[in-house]
């Protein structure tokens, strides 16, 4: 045993050999970086990623997952933050002050509404919604106030595809910043930056993960003075993440285009199967004819995310409704969407949306990594006891 080993094991001169490179990004975890002297104390700026100077500002794990994301979604700057709404409130915390308008589309991420609902009126900002279908009604809710926009392509429960093009340029021309939460684009369905937009705002809870263990989002951008703000804000807020969690979506992260493209085929075959369904009045996939905005999904989309709903008859009570997602055995009842479980939830439309245009008993599907004729066997079990033959 060394003579004091507390300080001879923290103080250890051994350094491995520089030189070790594998295909695997290696796993830093800091909160104190340690500098080589008090020069580099000075010199280092933390807002660049040309040094390290504290673990919440970044490390080579974080910094690799960063340029990775921004690559995905062609951006050219990243921010990771510790959940997709996260994401969210730091792009309203960064844009948005005192006497400032946000606008929000009417199927809107719930939390996100909350968010500006409860938090942001206590700072004096109020929000707005407006249709996500109807680029005059975003035009219509753009005030002298109005600093941000939100658009999400498509509703990630009622599936609304919009204009994405259309929404971003009545912004532009009024020169309000645009926000895209492009979680079920995922960087892979549709280029978000070639829209227009501004920012572009991932949960990488969601697809990058995929394996439906690890909370984590990102805001993406292309102009550095958008950036900046956002990451000083982020410092100040100081939204950091884990390395081990990095780790997991940067390990996922080469094989998201083949995961998206198997979740996809396996939720349209899934989805056609339910839309000839007698107890189905509607689906809700915006890469289905007859889906709400289906014609811009067709303009702008190669591909499309493994989630739909559809509309489940009006006649039928709750009760029958519950009893067929309670049927379910491979789906189970959950909501966050593109791990290897396929999941079911039902919604309350009237509470969501009163006074919308859609009819019936709201339930969204996320498709994992089942095979398509097990799924479809459980469907078919579940609407069979619920609906009756
Ligand atoms: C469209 C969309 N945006 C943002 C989020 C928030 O992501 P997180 O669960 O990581 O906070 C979700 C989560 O369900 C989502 O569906």
Request: proline residues 6%.
């Amino acid at each position: 045993m060394p003579k004091d080993p507390a300080t001879e094991l923290i103080h250890h001169p051994y350094r491995p050999p520089a030189g070790f490179e594998a295909p695997q990004v290696a796993v830093h975890k800091a909160s104190t970086i340690i500098f080589p002297n008090v020069a580099a104390v000075r010199s280092r700026d933390w807002r660049y990623k040309t040094g390290y100077t504290y673990g919440l500002h970044g490390t080579p794990t974080t910094f690799t997952l960063e340029e990775r994301i921004a690559t995905l979604e062609g951006g050219r700057h990243c921010q990771l933050v510790p959940s997709g709404l996260a994401a969210i409130t730091l792009v309203d915390q960064a844009l948005l002050s005192t006497g400032d308008e946000v606008l929000l589309p009417d199927n809107v991420y719930g939390p996100s509404r909350e968010f500006a609902r409860h938090e942001l009126a206590r700072w004096g900002i109020t929000h707005r919604l407006y249709d996500p279908m109807d680029p005059a009604s975003l035009e219509a809710a753009i005030s002298a106030h109005t600093r941000l926009v939100w658009i999400e392509a498509p509703g990630s429960v009622t599936m609304e595809f919009p204009d994405l093009a259309g929404l971003v340029g009545v912004a532009r021309h009024r020169g309000v910043t645009t926000a895209l939460d492009n979680t079920w684009g995922a960087g892979i369905a549709f280029d978000g930056f070639a829209s227009g937009v501004d920012i572009v705002m991932q949960a990488l809870t969601k697809y990058p993960s995929g394996g439906g263990d690890v909370l984590m989002g990102s805001v993406t951008t292309r102009d550095d003075a958008l950036h900046e703000r956002i990451k000083l804000t982020h410092m100040r807020l100081g939204l950091g993440i884990a390395g081990n969690d990095a780790e997991l979506v940067l390990r996922s992260l080469s094989s998201l285009p083949m995961r998206y493209r198997a979740q996809d085929a396996a939720a349209r075959e899934l989805a056609a199967w339910l839309a000839a369904r007698p107890e189905v009045v509607r689906l809700l996939h915006p890469a289905f004819e007859g889906s709400p905005g289906h014609e811009h999904w067709r303009a702008t989309c190669a591909q499309a995310a493994g989630l739909f709903s559809v509309l489940l008859d009006a006649r039928f009570a709750p009760a029958q409704v519950d009893r067929f997602v309670d049927g379910l055995k491979l789906f189970r009842i959950g909501y966050s969407w593109a791990g290897p479980i396929s999941l079911v939830v039902p919604y309350d439309l009237a509470a969501m949306r009163p006074g919308g245009p859609m009819r019936g008993h709201l339930v969204r599907f996320s498709i994992g990594f089942e095979e398509v004729d097990a799924l479809r066997a459980d469907l078919q079990q579940a609407l069979i006891a619920a609906f009756g033959d």
